[in-house]
């Protein structure tokens, strides 16, 4: 069994706020890190994120425009400094460039991967990086590299700007939502009135987040740092000692049957089970919380007023491609309603993909 820092990856509105405030009720033995390296993504010196391309008082009121992948990867090495465990919940599309772009190793951690040694979750080592470059905030191309002659770029096909030494320090797991309910949430939060509070005005297709999750899990796969065995197959092999199952959870069957998806998760992940993780209605552990989801204000408000996770009610109707396209539209106007189903349309095969995966129980 693995007891590396879990690594939650998922895209966005796949109730994974929800699924970490049940892991946060762990103060004993777990300290988590909600989203943190999209301090780095969207505001640091090597921000690969278009949203804040233009916005440098944005950059700066956020108070991580210097932050670095270093940094994120530093911080996490403090918070597993104590004797706890690090969960990790995080977007996979903030670990590599949008829109398919070819990915080169951020430039704070290029010298990891050029052979030095690396210890704990990231490492410390000294060196010239990759032809003695250590350029952080240039203004051509993705971290500051000009295409298509990056510096800094993987032999492994890596899709990620972290080096595969640094991710395999991780326990990998992934947690999914069909794009049918996925890609409206993402939407209302960007659209009046959320978007005054949440400041994201517009949708950036480019942000949902499958592809480049799908991405990530194929390439862990083929290095050998998930799999082959699928978590709770019953036809598959019994997994190795050391072997990292396949771990995907999608978000109905969390929502379906929370206590049985929780349990079968640490099953997986060596992370001690118990009913009272379902519940965290006390005032520290809301404080806590509150802290914690305060950088993201306006997206996380359904989880920070909630009391636990319970099994829904009443199952999800059924509903029809053009029930779906109505409603939209009464929402966001014919024009949001065409970019929604196109979105969904997309990356509805990336999420099937993924699905397959899926944790049985």
Known sequence: MSYKPV??????????????RVFMTRQDTLQCAHEPFGDAFYYGPERLGER????????ISSGFSKTTYQDVLDRLDRDGSEGKRVFIKDMAYYLMPPNSEVPSIAPSLREHANGHQINGVNGHSHGNGVNGHHQTNGTHGVNGVDQPTRQGSDPTSNPTVIPLEIL?????TFLIRHPRRG???????????????????????????????????DYLREQGLVGPSVAGRANNAKRGNDEVSITVLDADDLLNKPEEA??????????PFSPDMLQWDDEENQKRVA???????????????????????????PVTEESENEEW???????????????VKENTPHYEYLKSFALEF
């Open 7 to 20: 690594f939650v990856a998922t895209h966005p509105r796949a109730c994974s706020t929800a699924f970490e």
């Open 52 to 59: 804040y391309a233009d916005d440098e008082a944005g950059r």
């Open 168 to 172: 395999k320090k991780f326990h990998w």
């Open 183 to 217: 890609i409206p949430s993402y939407v209302r939060c960007c659209s009046p009135p959320l978007s005054e509070t949440t400041g994201w005005d517009h949708f950036k297709p480019s942000e949902s987040g499958y592809v480049e999750l799908r991405r990530l899990f």
């Open 262 to 271: 929780i349990r079968a998760f640490c099953d997986q992940t060596g992370i």
């Open 291 to 317: 802290d914690a989801f305060a950088k993201w204000n306006g997206w996380h408000n359904d989880a920070i007023n909630s009391k636990g996770l319970t099994a829904r009610t009443c199952p999800k109707k």
């Open 329 to 343: 539209r009464q929402k966001y106007g014919d024009e949001g309603q065409k970019i929604i189903r196109a979105c």
